[in-house]
C-alpha cells in the first residue's frame, strides 16, 4: 500500500502479523523499532519481521510504500475418496 505521511503526524504503535518491509519513496520519515527511531530517506528500505511492534512519524511530507507478506496456512485439507 501507498502511505501518504505528513509531516509531523504519527501512525502510532502496532504490529501486524506478517513480516513487512517499507520503502520510502518522497520525503523523509522515522521508524520505531527495536527499542530506537531509525531515520529513512529517498530510497531507503527496512524490513521488520511479523509481530515486532513499529511507529512511523514523518519528518517531512513523505509517500512510504508499505509491503505486508500475508500469512498463509500450511494446512491442506484432505478428503478422502468416496
Known sequence: M???LPAGKQVPPHTVAGAITLQCLQ????????????????NDHLYLAGNVEHAISGLTDAVVLVNIQRRTDTKTSQTSPD
Open 2 to 4: 501507498r502511505l501518504c
Open 27 to 42: 520525503g523523509s520519515i522515522e521508524v520505531q523499532a527495536h527499542d530506537g527511531w531509525h531515520p529513512m530517506q529517498v
